[in-house]
Every structure is written in structure tokens, then in C-alpha cells.
């Protein structure tokens, strides 16, 4: 496998931001509220990485493709996109690899899952800590773990 680390992005206002590197989960965290405390948490994770001993190590980031659905309200949707954009370009400003993932895509990775939306996050937060159970998972943090997960098996393999 090559050596990265995948930084996974779940980018909605309740969503999380990860660091993995096929052994270890590092920076796990609750989306920030202000594109500050965004960027902030992406050099916290650059700066963890840049004084890992092994300098070989390329940093990607795999982010969860959003959309807005006819349901949603147009300021929840505004809101949402603003966050994938806000994250688009604190990748792009660090020069970070960013391959855009949509939820059935990463999900599907981890078989059938619940198709009521509270269940399905209540499932992927246990499903969560059964990979990484030393670690503490919030319903905020458990999708940017898993798909960093994601992101690391599929990248890694290229």
C-alpha cells in the first residue's frame, strides 16, 4: 500500500473532520463553526503530519459530496454548500489533494445500511467504534471517520 494519510471531510454543520493513515485516527473533531476554525483544524492536522518521521507520507483529504435535496429549506441548503465550498478552498489554499466522494458511494462500502436518516447515523456511529473503539465517536465525528477510512482503502490502493 502507498503511504498517505487521508484527512475525511463530513462537511454539513454536524458533520467532522479526521486524519488516517491505515493504522492510526488522529484529529477527530466536530466540524469548526467559522471558516477560522476550519482552516485552523486543517493546519492542525497538516502540522501533525509535517512532523511525522516519515516525510514520504503524501496528505490527501476525500470529502463527502453535498447536495441539496427538494425537502431541505433553501437557507439549510445555502448553509450546507457554503461549508463544502468553505472546504474546497482551505484544501485548495494548502495545495491538499481533494477527491469528492457522495454518501451512497463511501456508505455502500459498508453493506446495507438503514434507510431512515437518525437510524442510519445512529448505525454508523456503532459501526464507527467497532473499527476504532480506543476512540471517542460523537454522531458529529462518525462519518468523517468512516470515510476516512473509505478514502484511505481505495487510495491507498492506487
Not at 503511504?3 to 463530513?10: A, C, E, L, Q
Not at 447536495?67 to 450546507?80: E, G, I
Amino acid at each position: 500500500m502507498n503511504n498517505i494519510t487521508v484527512i475525511g471531510i463530513d462537511p454539513g454543520i454536524s458533520g467532522g473532520i479526521c486524519a488516517y493513515n491505515g493504522k492510526n485516527m488522529t484529529n477527530v473533531q466536530s466540524c469548526p463553526s467559522s471558516p477560522e476554525g476550519m482552516s485552523e483544524s486543517l493546519k492542525g492536522i497538516i502540522k501533525d503530519h509535517s512532523s511525522n518521521k516519515n516525510k514520504k507520507s503524501s496528505l490527501k483529504v476525500v470529502i463527502e459530496l453535498v447536495h441539496a435535496f427538494p425537502r431541505d429549506s433553501r437557507s439549510s441548503a445555502f448553509k450546507f454548500g457554503k461549508n463544502y465550498g468553505t472546504w474546497l478552498g482551505i484544501c485548495a489554499s494548502h495545495g491538499i489533494e481533494v477527491t469528492a466522494v457522495t454518501p451512497q458511494i463511501w456508505m455502500k462500502k459498508y453493506g446495507n445500511l438503514p434507510s431512515e436518516k437518525q437510524e442510519r447515523k445512529r448505525y454508523l456511529k456503532i459501526l464507527a467504534t467497532s473499527y476504532f473503539p480506543d476512540l471517542k465517536i460523537t454522531l458529529k465525528t462518525s462519518d468523517a471517520i468512516l470515510i476516512a477510512k473509505y478514502g484511505y482503502e481505495e487510495l491507498a490502493r492506487d
